[in-house]
Nanobody, 127 residues
Framework: QVQLVESGGGLVQAGGSLRLSCAAS????????MGWFRQAPGKEREFVAA????????FYADSVKGRFTISRDVAKYTVDLQINSLKPEDTAVYYC????????????????????WGQGTQVTVSS
């Protein structure tokens, strides 16, 4: 099992920035990719960004490219999501997830490819 704990959410004005962090513990050596998803009220969960644990390859949803940056710390087993130029439509609960297999960038945009999930952290952007 892998346990994931997110932090860093909060209330921020449009145009501001936040840095979300996800700390992994447990059988972390089984992790091949980690990602961030979000779910806004009344909407389905959507992919935001992910990173391949070995090598650090990153990929993003088109809607966040240029504003979001995902990074990992291999030694600390953490994954951060830097969010800049926040917009009200970024308001959502942000979830960290870990996958035990590398199934490729296309597949890892799908939540079902991930094996472990955190509890989520709320991000609220005011206009």
């Amino acid at each position: 099992q892998v346990q994931l704990v997110e932090s860093g959410g909060g209330l921020v004005q449009a145009g501001g920035s936040l840095r979300l962090s996800c700390a992994a513990s447990g059988r972390t050596f089984t992790t091949y990719a980690m990602g961030w998803f979000r779910q806004a009220p009344g909407k389905e969960r959507e992919f935001v960004a992910a990173v391949r644990w070995s090598g650090g390859t990153t990929f993003y949803a088109d809607s966040v490219k240029g504003r979001f940056t995902i990074s990992r710390d291999v030694a600390k087993y953490t994954v951060d999501l830097q969010i800049n130029s926040l917009k009200p439509e970024d308001t959502a609960v942000y979830y960290c997830a870990a996958a035990r297999r590398w199934t490729g960038q296309a597949a890892l945009r799908i939540g079902a490819q991930y094996d472990f999930w955190g509890q989520g952290t709320q991000v609220t952007v005011s206009s």
